[in-house]
């Protein structure tokens, strides 16, 4: 995974979590785009630690769950931005980059 497959993953996760928090997101905008770019580089390092036989296939999906729980946990310590708010940031980030993902690890980790 290079830079310019990071710098895509970032905009699509923003832009999932824009759209899924509607009219949240300018409350939610600084903490999101952060979460954003952390869990692109998550998944960065999960692709490295697969390229490298660091780990399996297994526990790279248990990285990314705990990856994306992180960032749901984040998103709803925001006022405003409910549990289910913050499920629907995480599935629609999951359905915006998991081909993706998918494709440039070589592993189904969504």
Known sequence: MNDQDIKVLIEKISGAVKGALGDKWDEAKDFAESESKKFAQN????????????????????????????????????????LVMAERAINATIDAIGDFVNGLIGWKLF
């Open 43 to 82: 998944i960065a390092e999960i692709a490295l630690w697969k390229q490298t036989g660091k780990i399996t296939e297994e526990q790279g999906q248990v990285l990314l769950r705990m990856h994306q729980r992180s960032m749901q946990m984040v998103l709803t310590a925001l006022e405003g931005i409910s």
